[in-house]
């Protein structure tokens, strides 16, 4: 199975923004954007990324606060800096808030897709695995197991249990699956989420684990219990 690297840019300079989305799909990368800082700290703290590309001039939250809030939840994720910001200074103070690479405006394109190839292997070298019950699920090399077997999933199907396992607890609404979804690339729609929540629920109910409906708010993973009725889709 192909492992599919997830990159976070965040660059509110629209053309640029617009220009390596379409680079880095197209070299085979799932690319979420967030245009400012804050929404890039919510997207670090719910979702999973191989890479993060950070510009440090962001509205709502500077990039810099966005690096040091990664770092302090102790998160390993790769983090190239690219700005406009190309004094010694800025480089330093990249650099000593975690940073590992950094690359000015202007670039050329084929020197960033190269840094991005040098930082996602490192950032696989160690790989993190999700567990809940029997269930586990292999982040960098996007395998999901039962009982030590692989489960037969679409790659949908592996980015919607990605996020419910992340967020493992708490309620996901269709509209966050549908962002998360919409994220590498696809157009789907909130009725297209109900046709793969019931797919993927048909392939981990024979193992144990159910995704939970309320009607209204949204789904979570939950462990069914003795003479619990499973949710229907």
């Avoid at 799932?30 to 191989?50: F, I, P, R």
């Avoid at 001039?57 to 966005?66: A, H």
């Avoid at 050329?108 to 190839?117: D, K, Q």
Wanted: proline share 4%; aromatic share 4%; charged share 30%.
């Amino acid at each position: 199975m192909q492992c599919i690297m997830r990159i976070l840019l965040a660059e509110d300079d629209p053309m640029i923004a617009d220009g390596l989305v379409r680079a880095l799909r197209k070299s085979s990368y799932a690319v979420d954007h967030v245009d400012n800082g804050a929404d890039a700290d919510t997207a670090l703290l719910s979702q999973s990324y191989d890479l993060l590309i950070l510009d440090l001039g962001l509205p709502k939250l500077p990039g810099i606060e966005v690096l040091k809030r990664l770092r302090a939840r102790k998160n390993p994720l790769p983090v190239l800096i690219l700005t406009a910001q190309d004094g010694l200074e800025d480089r330093v103070r990249g650099l000593d808030a975690g940073a590992d690479d950094y690359l000015t405006k202007p670039f050329a394109l084929p020197e960033l897709e190269a840094r991005v190839r040098a930082l996602t292997r490192r950032g696989t070298a160690q790989s993190k695995v999700i567990e809940f019950g029997c269930l586990s699920y292999d982040q960098s090399e996007r395998v999901a197991r039962c009982h030590g077997h692989v489960l037969d999933l679409s790659a949908r199907e592996l980015a919607l249990l990605e996020i419910l396992l992340l967020r493992v607890g708490r309620l996901v609404s269709k509209d966050q699956l549908v962002d998360h979804l919409c994220g590498w690339g696809e157009e789907v729609s909130t009725n297209a989420i109900e046709v793969y929540i019931h797919r993927l629920r048909k392939k981990l109910e024979p193992e144990g684990i159910r995704i939970a409906t309320v009607r209204g708010l949204g789904y979570c993973l939950d462990k069914p219990q003795a003479g619990e009725a499973l949710a229907s889709s």
